[in-house]
C-alpha cells in the first residue's frame, strides 16, 4: 500500500499538468493576499478618519483562508484522474493514453481492494495538502498585520482536513460507475451544491439545516465569524461519516 501512495505521487510530481495546476494555484493566492492586505489596508486607512477601525488582519486572512477552500475544487479532478491513470488500452484518443499499464500489475498484487483504493485516497489527499501548507509562511505574517487566533486557524484546518478526502472520494465513487468527463463534472455540480445551497436566502434552501451542516464553506464562515453553533463540528462528523460511506461503495464496487 505504502508503494501504491509513492507511485500516484510521484506520478503526481512527475506530471507537468499537476505541477501547472499546483503552481498557477499558489500563483493566484499570493497575488489575491497581496492585494487584499493593500486594499484592506488602505481601507482601514480611511476608517481612521471617518469611522471605527478596520482589522486588516482578520479580514485579509478570512479571504485567504475562504480562497484556500476554493483551490479544493480541484481535489475532484486528481480523484478521477487517479483511477483512471492505470486504465490505458490503446485507444490514442484517451486523455490517459500513454500513462503507465499498472492495472495488471494491482490485480496481482496481494493488495486487497481496501488498500489499493485507500492508497489512492491517501495519495491525492496528501498532495493536496501539501498544497495547503506551502501557504503557511503567510500565515507567519500575522505576527505584524495581526489576523486571526490560532484556535480559529486550527479549527479551520481541521474542517479543510476533513473535506479534502470527503471531494476525493465523491470523485473517486463517481470515478468507478461513469466515464472519467462525466464523473468530473457530476463531482463538480455535486461540490457546488454542497458549497452554495445553504447560502441562497430562498426557501427551502435556507431553512434546511442540514445543508448548512453539509457545507464545508459555511462551517468555515461559522468559525471565522466566531460563530458558537459549533457548526464546524457537526460539518467534520457528518462528512467524515460520508466519506467513510462512500469508501466502502467504491471497496463495494471494485470487488
Known sequence: MFALILKDLRSFTNTRKYLI????????????????????????????????????????????????????????RHAVDSIYMERIGTNKNSPYF?????????????????????GKLTAVVIWMLWGILLTVPFFALSIYMGGLPIRQLLRCFAVLLVCCPFFTM???????????????????????A?????????????????????????????????????????????NFVLTLLLFLLSVRRLS
Open 21 to 76: 495546476i499546483q503552481f498557477v494555484i499558489l500563483s493566484v493566492l499570493v497575488f489575491l493576499f497581496f492585494i487584499a492586505t493593500v486594499e484592506f489596508y488602505a481601507q482601514g486607512m480611511d476608517s481612521q478618519r471617518d469611522g471605527p477601525l478596520i482589522d486588516v488582519g482578520k479580514r485579509t486572512y478570512t479571504l485567504f483562508i475562504v480562497c484556500i477552500y476554493f483551490t479544493l475544487f480541484i481535489v475532484p
Open 98 to 118: 500513454g500513462s503507465n499499464n499498472n492495472e495488471t500489475l494491482l490485480v496481482l498484487t496481494p493488495l486487497g481492494n481496501s488498500k489499493i483504493l485507500g
Open 170 to 192: 465523491i470523485g473517486m465513487g463517481l470515478a468507478l460507475w461513469n466515464p472519467p468527463i462525466r464523473a468530473k463534472s457530476i463531482s463538480y455540480g455535486i461540490i457546488l
Open 194 to 238: 454542497f458549497t452554495f445551497l445553504p447560502m441562497l436566502p430562498i426557501t427551502p434552501f435556507a431553512d434546511i439545516q442540514m445543508l448548512a451542516v453539509l457545507s464545508p464553506l459555511s462551517a468555515l464562515l461559522s468559525i471565522l465569524q466566531s460563530d458558537t453553533t459549533y457548526l464546524w463540528m457537526w460539518n467534520i462528523c457528518v
